[in-house]
């Protein structure tokens, strides 16, 4: 399975831009690119995914690299509400695709 | 109301005891999972059921079985629970004909075995 890597912590001030990295050298053309997040004491929520195109939504941006290989997630001004763990996993688009693979994902922090 | 609902939030057991974990949805969605939290890390997927009569294992079911008694039910039970279960437990819910194929979770059931 291909595999994301994330930083384990990052900080931002309150609403500022908030840059969230995600690297995933060895993903397939058939992979979509999914974040979701997990509040304090909540289960995880989904924010955006993506395939090869930026994207964007009420929640977020995700920037995705031309060779695939990375992307970013863009919090345009981050709140106090926006502090969670965020979880970059790649979604296998064929058979066996509903299984979401969590990592340890980057806990943000937001300092007002 | 919340869309998935986990009952019981919090539990307590002892080792080798039966429990079971109740998850309801009123999202109609045909697909419903169950995955584990542990301290610092991210989820992992117990079983999973595309429909009333479909059940799957996932990565980590042993010690673990499942029934789904309705499309909007979905329990997992822990037959004879052991300290190493204790975690974070959620339930998710999915609808096949969405593209997103996103996952809406519970709100988690904390489950302690002493």
């Known amino acids: 399975d291909a595999k994301t890597t994330q930083p384990n912590s990052m900080e931002s001030n309150e609403e500022e831009p908030v840059h969230l990295p995600c690297n995933h050298s060895?993903?397939?053309?058939?992979?979509?690119i999914h974040w979701y997040r997990q509040l304090p004491s909540q289960g995880p929520e989904y924010v955006i995914h993506g395939l090869t195109s930026n994207v964007n939504n009420r929640m977020a941006s995700l920037a995705i690299a031309e060779d695939r290989k990375s992307s970013t997630l863009i919090l345009h001004r981050a709140t106090l509400r926006d502090a969670a763990v965020y979880y970059c996993i790649l979604r296998y688009s064929g058979a066996g695709s509903y299984q979401l693979t969590f990592g340890k994902g980057t806990k943000l922090s937001v300092i007002p | 109301d919340a869309d998935v609902t986990q009952t019981p939030r919090n539990r307590i057991t002892k080792t080798g005891k039966r429990i079971m974990l109740e998850c309801s949805q009123t999202?109609?969605?045909?697909?419903m999972y169950w995955y584990r939290q542990d301290p610092g890390l991210g989820l992992r997927l117990i079983y999973y059921?595309?429909?009333?009569?479909?059940?799957n294992k996932g990565e980590i079911s042993d010690g673990y079985s499942v029934s789904r008694q309705a499309q909007a039910k979905f329990s997992l039970s822990l037959e004879s629970a052991i300290p190493n279960q204790t975690a974070l437990y959620f339930c998710?819910?999915?609808?096949?004909?969405?593209?997103?194929?996103?996952?809406?979770f519970g709100p988690g059931t904390r489950l302690t075995v002493l």
């Open positions: 059921s595309f429909d009333v009569k479909d059940i």
């Open positions: 998710a819910t999915s609808d096949t004909g969405s593209s997103y194929n996103e996952q809406f």
């Open positions: 999202k109609g969605h045909d697909r």
């Open positions: 060895t993903i397939s053309g058939t992979d979509y």
